[in-house]
């Protein structure tokens, strides 16, 4: 098992409420991806919504991984004035949320 | 922004209990990884610890990911006797979990 070098995924677990529509959510999703473009520790992100089949999922709706060099980064990426503003639209449209930094060890076959 | 042909993520959220002491969590990390090499649609493992300084993950202590080339593959899994060997043995340990599984839509600079 190896851990990758400095690099940091930060995953954020959402369950978005019941009044907003799938455009609203897609416009959300669509800001958030952006964020790659205007903050520069931000290396890559996806995104993905729930196909469990175990009802494990508590509720979650949505999950969005991002990216980052370091933690530094990410502490970077949080203060940066293009999230705080998308934050400012995120946060609202949420029921709850879990934010989970790690540093990825891989064990790969 | 594209999604990966067929791979479907496999994350899963857990805290384990107070009780259980590293030795026995890193026993359980490393059965969970040998699942790979005994289980064929698990393509990949990677795991870590949380490092967040947001306080947003709602006492989560580690996290697991697998990679499946389908969400079939991963019905296989799960019904896997060598995966319901290692359930019987990780659930005790663990005080609450999150599964959450997603086919990523990414997009990178």
Do not use: R
Not at 66 to 80: D, N, V
Request: net charge negative.
């Amino acid at each position: 098992m190896e851990e990758a070098k400095g690099v940091v995924k930060h995953v954020f677990l959402a369950k978005f409420k019941e009044g907003i529509s799938s455009d609203e959510i897609d416009k959300l999703i669509k800001g958030y991806a952006n964020l790659v473009n205007l903050i520069e520790p931000m290396k890559a992100f996806q995104w993905g919504t729930d196909v469990s089949i175990e009802n494990m999922h508590q509720g979650f709706t949505h999950i969005f991984e991002s990216t980052f060099e370091s933690t530094e980064g990410i502490a970077e990426y949080l203060s940066h004035p293009a999230h705080l503003d998308f934050v400012a639209l995120l946060f609202p449209a949420l029921d709850k949320v879990i934010v989970f930094d790690y540093k990825p060890i891989s064990y790969i076959v």
